[in-house]
């Protein structure tokens, strides 16, 4: 079975540019999820989506980042404007429900010149 | 904030020995889970515990859970070079079901 997708593994643009990541997340999965990972910060949630709900967007560091889930198996996550500390491996994972074990993608390394 | 702690911040230790890592957290919790994360990599889940269970195997990984000390420790025994890893703690609790990893532990094996 393929695991959670994630495109693309590498996105360098400059500053102020409109940066999209996508997520495709383990077919029959209920809850996704959006993570930030710095040296700095370590592991943050973003968001977290239910049933293609977002449930939980309390980590979303500002109004430039939006996510989306449109449907059960895809979503995306949206920076605009960009900004270099926006700069981070962004991850995305899914799950039978918010309590079972994830299922992380192998992230999108992000670098905001 | 229900974040667990693990500890030590790196760990380098040589092939055949036992490594142990520990996770501590501040509230009660429902599931403590650990995550491996190879470099440049996802987190992959190793093991999930609930908060009425002390102990659980899963392969040459042992992890106990000590409420009364609001800590966990993961023990990989018979390490290997492949085991060489980021180890997360994943704790949830609080009234909220949604997990919140630590910081992890960084293990290297020396083969």
């Known amino acids: 079975d393929a695991g959670v997708i994630q495109s693309p593994r590498h996105e360098v643009t400059e500053m102020g540019q409109e940066v999209t990541l996508r997520c495709k997340p383990i077919?029959?999965?209920?809850?996704l999820f959006w993570y930030r990972q710095t040296m700095m910060r370590g592991l943050e949630l973003l968001i977290y989506?239910?049933?293609?709900?977002?449930?939980?967007d309390s980590g979303m560091p500002e109004d430039r980042f939006s996510a989306k889930m449109p449907n059960a198996s895809f979503s995306t996550l949206k920076i605009q404007p960009s900004e270099p500390r926006d700069s981070a491996v962004y991850f995305c994972?899914?799950?039978?429900?918010?309590?079972?074990?994830?299922?992380f993608g192998d992230g999108t390394r992000l670098s905001i010149l | 904030s229900q974040q667990g702690e693990e500890d030590p911040q790196a760990l380098s230790i040589q092939e055949g020995e036992n490594a142990t890592m520990n996770c501590s957290y501040k509230?009660?919790?429902?599931?403590l889970q650990w995550y491996r994360q190879n470099s440049g990599r996802g987190l992959v889940h190793l093991i999930l515990?609930?908060?009425?269970?002390r102990e659980k195997h899963s392969g040459r990984l042992r992890v106990t859970l000590d409420t009364s000390k609001k800590s966990s420790s993961l023990l990989i025994t018979a390490s290997r070079a492949a085991d060489t890893a980021s180890y997360f703690c994943?704790?949830?609790?609080?009234?909220?079901?949604?997990?919140?990893f630590g910081r992890g532990t960084s293990l290297i094996v020396h083969p």
């Open positions: 994972a899914s799950s039978w429900d918010r309590v079972q074990p994830q299922h």
């Open positions: 994943a704790t949830d609790g609080g009234g909220s079901y949604i997990p919140t």
């Open positions: 077919s029959g999965h209920n809850s």
């Open positions: 989506f239910n049933n293609n709900v977002p449930i939980d």
């Open positions: 509230t009660s919790i429902n599931n």
């Open positions: 515990i609930r908060s009425n269970e």
